[in-house]
């Protein structure tokens, strides 16, 4: 299996609360995603990273910052979770080979449950 | 805008028989597709890429074709097996992008004994 670690797997939080996913990998792959998956939406990307501190936004970004200080940790910040931020949430990564991306391997998932 | 489409959400096929899996895209800068199998509770695990330079890719018992003219690719599981039975995606990447892969909706896929 791929190295990636995310954290908390589970977390229940409130309305207007800050939260901050964490996505970990020991793989030193260039590419890292978030996804979130919502029943009849399959996977919508909601940032991704090309490198250290290059980040763009993928199609569901409003409420959602990510940062990467370092090739291994990307994270994912909802600034104030709304309920219709309740999903569950898939880190994933890629290599990048001849410019071409290649397969990406995803996290085991985070629930998130804003109350 | 969705980019990526599988319009089954569900197919029953039964065990020893061929499950075909459909996708289509509509963006023409799509230069990679793959195709992820996905339990409850897990994260999705890769299964089969195609570049466009490619029609088909073998792996076992599953093979992708794609037709780049329909934009439209398919999975075939031959046989299928009860194991099988997971959602599937698709997904799409457009190496002028960086990398961002674009996923469909998924289908479920299963396999009666």
């Known amino acids: 299996d791929a190295g990636i670690t995310q954290s908390p797997r589970h977390k229940v939080t409130e309305t207007g609360t800050p939260v901050t996913l964490r996505c970990h990998q020991t793989?030193?792959?260039?590419?890292m995603y978030w996804y979130r998956q919502d029943p009849g939406h399959g996977l919508r990307l909601i940032h991704y990273?090309?490198?250290?501190?290059?980040?763009d936004k993928g199609e569901v970004s409003d409420g959602y910052s990510v940062s990467r200080s370092k090739t291994e940790d990307f994270l994912l910040t909802l600034e104030s979770a709304t309920s219709s931020q309740t999903s569950v949430y898939f880190c994933?990564?890629?290599?990048?080979?001849?410019?071409?991306?290649?397969?990406?391997?995803f996290g085991q998932g985070t629930r998130l449950t804003v109350v | 805008d969705q980019q990526v489409k599988q319009n089954s959400p569900s197919l029953s096929v039964q065990e020893g028989r061929i499950s075909i899996l459909n996708c289509d895209y509509t963006n023409s800068m799509f230069d990679y597709f793959l195709w992820y199998k996905k339990y409850p509770a897990e994260g999705p695990t890769f299964l089969i890429s195609i570049s466009s330079i490619k029609d088909k890719n073998e792996d076992g018992r599953f093979t992708v074709f794609l037709n780049k003219s329909a934009k439209h690719l398919s999975l075939h599981i031959v046989p299928s097996q009860p194991g099988d039975s997971a959602v599937y995606f698709c997904?799409?990447?457009?190496?002028?992008?960086?990398?961002?892969?674009?996923f469909g909706q998924g289908t479920e896929l299963s396999v009666k004994p």
């Open positions: 997904a799409a990447s457009a190496g002028n992008q960086g990398g961002k892969l674009i």
């Open positions: 994933a990564i890629s290599a990048d080979r001849r410019g071409f991306s290649i397969e990406a391997f």
């Open positions: 990273s090309y490198g250290v501190k290059d980040t």
């Open positions: 793989e030193n792959h260039r590419y």
